[in-house]
DNA sequence: GTCCCGTCCTGTC
DNA sequence: GACAGGACGGGAC
């Protein structure tokens, strides 16, 4: 059902995409008609992101200046300096709930982490700590959705389902710190 | 520190 | 519609 939905939203949105190069690696971006779908987080070689990237999508087009401003933010922001992604995003493939927990992981600021449970209650949910794991692992735009910023209550990193995993969160978080 | 159960959403059949 | 699984939380031991 989700995949149908998606892959409708894919035909309708033919996308474009672009790699690039940071201090941490290759960052990829996708962008369709409505904002940008899905990001590639530091890996290790161009094809790599590039596979991760383009991966269901529906006839991608590379574009190199692609959302350039987003790509200089992106990069100053691996050189450690403070970012604030505003761009538009294109959610509207996933469940409500989902978009739900992923609009609200957008207002932590940046360096500050909060527990999956203060998450749920920001969407009025206090209970389902757990159902916000569960979307925050759907999040296709690691980075420019901040879920690397929310962590177990108990103060331990939780689990990260972008390339890298835990250790990319945890890097992603010492660098926020030090800024 | 570990175990266990409650909670709640999603994906699959 | 039912059921199982999951990036969790919190209490009991």
């Known amino acids: ?11 309708a949105n033919p996308t474009k995409y672009t790699i690039f190069k940071t201090k941490w690696g290759y ?14 987080l530091s890996c290790p070689t161009c094809k790599t992101a590039e596979c991760h990237l ?20 992106i990069i100053a922001y691996f050189e450690g ?5 505003a761009t538009p995003l294109a959610l509207n493939h996933l469940p409500p709930f989902t978009q739900n927990v ?20 920001m969407i009025g949910k206090p209970l389902a700590s757990r159902a916000v794991g569960n979307a925050l692992a759907k999040n296709p735009i690691p980075l420019i959705i ?8 108990d103060g331990s990193l939780g689990q990260f389902s972008a390339c890298g995993g835990t250790k990319t969160k945890k890097k992603l ?3 926020e710190r030090k800024c």
Request: hydrophobic share 40%; with cysteine; net charge positive.
């Open 1 to 11: 059902m989700l995949l149908l939905r998606y892959k409708s939203f894919l035909m």
């Open 27 to 40: 960052f990829g971006l996708a962008a369709g008609g409505k904002g940008l779908l899905r990001t590639c």
């Open 54 to 73: 383009l991966a269901g999508l529906h006839n991608p087009r590379f574009e190199k200046n692609l959302l350039k401003p987003l790509q200089d933010k």
């Open 81 to 85: 300096h403070p970012a604030k992604f």
């Open 102 to 121: 992923l609009t609200a992981c957008r207002k932590i600021p940046f360096g500050k982490t909060i527990s999956y449970s203060q998450l749920a209650a």
């Open 146 to 153: 901040p879920c690397h910023r929310v962590i177990r209550s």
């Open 173 to 175: 978080l010492d660098l």
